[in-house]
């Protein structure tokens, strides 16, 4: 079974940075998509950014120029580094792996951007 293991998140004052790590196992082969959504109190579940096997990435428009999704595709390791983060930015952050076709979810990691 595919487990997705977060690490990170945390406190920060608006305008300041932070960075977040996800490992996937399970497999001997990289996950063909790795990334983040997030969700805040009261609203749907919301990508914030995917990175392919081969480097394409796909950023939500509010997050564009400010995070940074990267990937070790022989650790099955996905980053995402946040800068300039605002209080908007404030949720629970999920990592996610699709292999064969099957997303699996990481546990959730909070991010608290105070004002």
């Known amino acids: 079974q595919v487990q997705v293991v977060q690490s990170g998140g945390g406190l920060v004052q608006p305008g300041g940075s932070l960075r977040l790590s996800c490992t996937a196992s399970?497999?001997?082969?990289?996950?063909?998509?790795m990334g983040w959504y997030r969700q805040a109190p009261g609203k749907q579940r919301e990508l914030v950014a995917d990175?392919?096997?081969?480097?394409?990435?796909d950023y939500a428009d509010s997050v564009k120029g400010r995070f940074t999704i990267s990937r070790d595709n022989a650790k099955n390791t996905v980053y995402l580094q946040m800068n300039s983060l605002k209080p908007e930015d404030t949720a629970v952050y999920y990592c996610?792996?699709?292999?064969?076709?099957?997303?699996?979810w990481g546990q959730g990691t909070q991010v608290t951007v105070s004002s």
């Open positions: 990175i392919t096997s081969g480097g394409s990435t």
């Open positions: 399970g497999s001997i082969f990289s996950f063909s998509v």
């Open positions: 996610n792996a699709i292999l064969g076709g099957i997303r699996s």
